[in-house]
């Protein structure tokens, strides 16, 4: 099983609206969350991260972490052609020093103009 | 923002073959990483390095060595390449202090096709 699950596997939204979707961790080590997004042909790059409870908003985009049960979410406000692409939920176990991510499988966003 | 250049972008081998992926990053970063990046399994860690001369082995590192040369530049080494290692693979960098140090910044990736 993987430690780090993304739902749903790919997503349809219409343009302007909004889009949301889910990463859970199977193992508590892992406290700290980021997300990344890979447009096609592209390396991935880091959109936001969010360690504390409760939302982090940058832009039209907001995370969401409940550290209880490990679940973060990404919504997208206002969804745009350019927010189609692969969006990967990333997390790692340590603070203080850098230890590798561990990545999820990604959802696929495709906004419909 | 953090230059990760991969190459080749592109490789054709055959089974058995010898490949090797390089990674040179240009921000001082610490930290390096290979990842390979394969539908239903997003991207999986393969080896990772903190300085020249280390190195730590990731989730799926069978098949696979690195090595950490210098701090810039990062090798992945496919000594009996298989089907199974045709992939797209990653190499990124980190700074490696604190929290936000974790950022990782990515190349652009390198399409192994073993026939």
């Known amino acids: 099983q993987q430690k780090v699950q993304q739902s749903p596997e790919s997503l349809s939204v219409p343009e302007g609206g909004m889009a949301s979707f889910n990463c859970t961790s199977s193992?508590?080590?892992?406290?700290y969350f980021w997300w990344y997004r890979q447009h096609s042909g592209e390396g991935p790059k880091a959109l936001m991260s969010i360690f504390s409870d409760g939302d982090k908003k940058e832009g039209r985009f907001t995370a969401h972490l409940n550290k209880a049960s490990l679940h973060v979410s990404l919504h997208i406000r206002d969804s745009q052609p350019s927010d189609s692409a692969l969006y990967f939920c990333a997390a790692r176990a340590q603070t203080g020093f850098a230890s590798a991510l561990t990545f999820g499988s990604g959802t696929k966003v495709i906004v419909l103009p | 923002e953090a230059a990760v250049t991969q190459s080749p972008r592109n490789k054709v081998t055959v089974t058995g073959g010898n490949v090797t992926l390089s990674c040179r990053q240009t921000n001082s970063h610490n930290y390096m990483y290979w990842y390979r990046q394969d539908t239903g399994h997003g991207l999986r860690l393969i080896h990772y390095?903190?300085?020249?001369?280390?190195?730590q082995i990731g989730d799926v590192p069978d098949g696979y060595k690195a090595t950490r040369t210098t701090q810039e530049d990062f090798f992945l080494l496919l000594e009996l390449a298989s089907p199974s290692q045709t992939s797209l693979y990653f190499c990124?960098?980190?700074?490696?202090?604190?929290?936000?140090?974790?950022?990782?910044?990515f190349g652009e990736g390198s399409r192994l096709i073993v026939v």
């Open positions: 193992d508590r080590n892992f406290q």
């Open positions: 990124a960098s980190s700074g490696g202090q604190g929290n936000s140090g974790n950022t990782l910044y």
């Open positions: 390095s903190y300085g020249a001369g280390n190195l």
